[in-house]
């Protein structure tokens, strides 16, 4: 049995060896072999220098470089892609989410779940308004997605070999993985905990993209915008129709002049500002399509450095065969 822990970094060298010394810590205490992936996300600080030097003393850790920062999401799909574990944990270096619940979770696969997620129950060292922004979020797209997706919970998480499999599979350029961890199904249960601050360095996540990547999971798990949009239009229209039947009316009644300036400006930009709202959802979706249809491959890989722990266990299955 293997258990692979996967690793997106992007400029980590502050918490690397933190991470890696409480991290093998927990995984020494497991009664199976284990690997840790590092995903060096085109690091540009000495991040991977400092897995070159980790990885002499530690057989277990194998480092996938891809060839330049592709962001997270597809960070995880690379590490997703090379990892060789019956089960594979998905956490983060900082430190925020403890490598001290990978027992728990393990114990939960064993106990027959093929995705076991953690879920905050806290979340220290963040200010109130991501708290509130990220609870806010969770809560629309649950109303909106057709697929359920668990509420305050991160990328923390650890799944089957036939999990992972399964979401080898999918391939859309548009990711987003918390979305596409709950669109395989297959049993699934949450781990609560607390999440730390974290450990040092600075959050890659400003709010533009965490923007970013809402738009992305709304627009990747639902047509809601696109309906919204259409629902708008309709009751704009009929807004429209019924108060110029309303000025035609009380014009051939009463006799009264027609609003003028003002009001025309008022109808105008309303219009123009629905019009453009809508043109930006189609937008949104059409850009999508855009990518898609060119094909290019998820990542590129600049190096990748295996853990002995799979080749061996790999040799083992070889000379049993």
Same mark, same amino acid.
């Given at each position: 049995?293997?258990?692979?822990?996967?690793?997106?970094? #992007?400029?980590?060298?502050?918490?690397?060896?933190?991470?890696?010394?409480?991290?093998?810590?927990?995984?020494?205490?497991?009664?199976?072999?284990?690997?840790?992936? #590092?995903?060096?996300?085109?690091?540009?600080?000495?991040?991977?220098?400092? /897995?070159?030097?980790?990885?002499? =003393?530690?057989?277990?850790?194998?480092?996938?470089? $891809?060839?330049?920062?592709?962001?997270?999401?597809?960070?995880?799909?690379?590490?997703?892609?090379?990892?060789?574990?019956?089960?594979?944990?998905?956490?983060?270096?900082? /430190?925020?989410?403890? !490598?001290? $619940?990978?027992?728990? /979770?393990?114990?939960?696969?064993?106990?027959?779940?093929?995705?076991?997620?953690?879920?905050?129950?806290?979340?220290?060292?963040?200010?109130?308004?991501?708290? $509130?922004?990220?609870?806010?979020?969770?809560?629309?797209?649950?109303?909106?997605? =057709?697929?359920?997706?668990?509420?305050?919970?991160?990328?923390?998480?650890?799944?089957?070999?036939?999990?992972?499999?399964? *979401?080898?599979?999918?391939?859309?350029?548009?990711?987003?993985?918390? +979305?596409?961890?709950? &669109?395989? +199904?297959?049993?699934?249960?949450?781990?609560?905990? =607390?999440?730390?601050?974290?450990?040092? +360095?600075?959050?890659? &996540?400003?709010?533009?993209?965490? &923007?970013?990547?809402?738009?992305?999971?709304?627009?990747?798990?639902?047509?809601?915008?696109?309906? $919204?949009?259409?629902?708008?239009?309709? %009751?704009?229209?009929?807004?429209?129709?019924?108060?110029?039947?309303?000025?035609?009316?009380?014009? %051939?009644?009463?006799?009264?002049?027609?609003?003028?300036? !003002?009001?025309?400006?008022?109808?105008? /930009? #309303?219009?123009?500002?629905?019009?453009?709202?809508?043109?930006?959802?189609?937008?949104?979706?059409?850009?999508?399509?855009?990518?898609?249809?060119?094909?290019?491959?998820?990542? %590129?890989?600049?190096? *990748? =450095?295996?853990?002995?722990?799979?080749?061996?266990?790999?040799?083992?299955?070889?000379?049993?065969?």
């Amino acid at each position: 049995m293997l258990l692979s822990v996967i690793v997106p970094v #992007f400029n980590e060298e502050k918490v690397i060896k933190s991470f890696l010394q409480r991290t093998t810590s927990v995984l020494d205490t497991l009664s199976f072999d284990s690997e840790i992936s #590092f995903v060096n996300d085109g690091s540009t600080d000495s991040t991977l220098d400092i /897995l070159n030097q980790l990885k002499e =003393h530690d057989p277990r850790i194998s480092i996938v470089d $891809l060839s330049r920062n592709f962001g997270k999401e597809i960070a995880m799909t690379a590490g997703l892609d090379y990892c060789k574990g019956d089960a594979v944990v998905i956490i983060d270096a900082d /430190l925020q989410d403890p !490598p001290e $619940l990978i027992p728990e /979770l393990v114990q939960e696969w064993q106990a027959g779940y093929d995705v076991v997620y953690a879920k905050r129950i806290s979340r220290k060292g963040e200010s109130a308004l991501k708290k $509130l922004t990220s609870k806010a979020f969770y809560r629309v797209i649950k109303c909106v997605s =057709h697929v359920p997706i668990p509420e305050d919970t991160g990328d923390f998480r650890l799944m089957s070999r036939r999990a992972v499999n399964a *979401l080898n599979s999918l391939r859309e350029r548009n990711r987003y993985m918390k +979305g596409l961890f709950a &669109w395989i +199904g297959y049993s699934q249960t949450a781990v609560l905990y =607390h999440r730390d601050p974290r450990y040092a +360095g600075e959050s890659k &996540w400003n709010y533009l993209s965490l &923007w970013d990547l809402a738009i992305e999971g709304i627009t990747s798990f639902t047509v809601a915008p696109l309906k $919204l949009s259409t629902y708008l239009g309709l %009751l704009t229209a009929t807004g429209a129709f019924i108060y110029g039947l309303w000025i035609i009316i009380k014009t %051939l009644i009463y006799s009264d002049p027609v609003a003028g300036y !003002p009001t025309m400006m008022v109808v105008i /930009l #309303f219009l123009g500002g629905v019009q453009l709202l809508a043109l930006g959802i189609i937008g949104e979706y059409l850009g999508r399509i855009f990518s898609e249809s060119k094909q290019r491959p998820l990542y %590129l890989v600049n190096e *990748l =450095h295996k853990s002995a722990s799979a080749e061996a266990i790999k040799k083992r299955g070889k000379d049993k065969g």
